[in-house]
Nanobody, 133 residues
């Protein structure tokens, strides 16, 4: 599988906004959903948001609920993350990933997000978001 490509990160002041994009044009496998997750240097991955292909409403981590919005353009095979009211604690590297309710038969790394009970794989290099106070 071709890794996804994330973009749109940057440096903003607290209270500002950014819109992240994820191109999944090289991804041809089956998936139930697409997710965004983030990782701060030296810390574990933290799930951010999920958008489903099969109906359920988007899922958000409590830490971003009401501030972030996940969306997708199926025609472009792209997923977006609109981030508003950014806080310094949102500083992290952000990744997008396909996700599924069962562990996929892939050779690369797999990450399990317990909140929505979803498996993730095939993420890209990520995009860095820096929020200053």
């Amino acid at each position: 599988q071709v890794p996804l490509v994330e973009s749109g990160g940057g440096s903003v002041q607290a209270g500002g906004s950014l819109r992240l994009s994820c191109r999944a044009s090289g991804f041809t496998g089956s998936r139930t959903c697409m997710s965004w997750f983030r990782q701060r240097t030296g810390e574990n991955r933290e799930g951010v948001a999920v958008i489903y292909s099969d109906g359920p409403a988007p899922y958000y981590a409590d830490t971003v609920q009401g501030r972030f919005t996940i969306s997708q353009d199926k025609a472009k095979n792209a997923v977006y993350l609109q981030m508003d009211s950014l806080k310094p604690e949102d500083t992290a590297r952000y990744y997008c990933s396909p996700c599924a309710r069962t562990s996929p038969p892939v050779a690369g790394g797999i990450w399990y997000w317990a909140g929505p009970a979803l498996y993730h794989w095939n993420w890209g290099q990520g995009t860095q978001v820096n929020v200053s106070a």
